[in-house]
Antibody, heavy 121, light 109 residues
Framework: QVQLQESGPGLVKPSETLSLTCSVS????????WSWIRQSPGKGLEWIGN???????NHNPSLKSRVTISTDTPKNEVSLTLSAVTAADTAIYYC???????????????WGQGTLVSVSS | EIVLTQSPGTLSLSPGERATLSCTTS???????LAWYQQKPGQAPRLLIY???SRATGIPDRFSGSGSGTDFTLTISGLEPEDFAVYYC??????????FGPGTKVDIK
């Protein structure tokens, strides 16, 4: 079964770039689409963006052009970079597989355990 | 932008009771694009229901989803101790492309 594990620095300074990696096991990343989702402490869930196995991507307009999602097929990893971070970007960051099923049903499964990133000087 | 509203914000029930959680969308949506997740403290969300009514693999049949148009429901037919958690609905296809509801917390009465 597919399993996901996020990794990256737990602390990033304001105005710098946040970089996270999602290591995928149990399946090839080229067979699926992938997403990043975050959750601010004590808050709800916010979709960051998707990258599809056809190379296309989408991201949340609220994050403007700060988001880049990419894949490294040989390493079987999905990456997220978020530039010019502020304290508002402090959150648990999750990667998840984005699934388009029969009759175009859409869901996220599975999810990684998440990694907490704090933005502070 | 389609807004998701979940009610109630908190549902206080006893084990064995039936839980009925609501997710309302501000515009009519395709049921194919509506999913439900469970999140326990310190854990990632777990998929329960997709396509509004299809149970995910390994999800007990006490969980069921229904609805269409703007009104969707997650029902837990008899609460088990492990079901006390926060539940989120999720919609695909608007702008932003994916939105989550604010969540309903089911806690022990």
């Amino acid at each position: 079964q597919v399993q996901l594990q996020e990794s990256g620095p737990g602390l990033v300074k304001p105005s710098e770039t946040l970089s996270l990696t999602c290591s995928v096991s149990g399946g090839s990343i080229s067979d699926y689409s992938w997403s990043w989702i975050r959750q601010s402490p004590g808050k709800g869930l916010e979709w960051i963006g998707n990258i599809h196995n056809n190379g296309g991507s989408n991201h949340n307009p609220s994050l403007k052009s700060r988001v880049t999602i990419s894949t490294d097929t040989p390493k079987n990893e999905v990456s997220l970079t978020l530039s010019a971070v502020t304290a508002a970007d402090t959150a648990i960051y999750y990667c998840a597989r984005f699934v388009i099923g029969v009759r175009k049903k859409i869901w996220f499964d599975p999810w990684g355990q998440g990694t907490l990133v704090s933005v502070s000087s | 932008e389609i807004v998701l509203t979940q009610s109630p914000g908190t549902l206080s029930l006893s084990p064995g009771e039936r839980a009925t959680l609501s997710c309302t969308t501000s515009q009519s949506v395709s049921s194919s694009y509506l999913a439900w997740y469970q999140q326990k403290p310190g854990q990632a969300p777990r998929l329960l229901i997709y396509g509004a009514s299809s149970r995910a693999t390994g999800i007990p049949d006490r969980f069921s989803g229904s609805g269409s148009g703007t009104d969707f429901t997650l029902t837990i037919s008899g609460l088990e101790p492990e079901d006390f958690a926060v539940y989120y609905c999720q919609l695909y296809g608007s702008s932003p492309l994916v939105t989550f509801g604010p969540g309903t917390k089911v806690d022990i009465k």
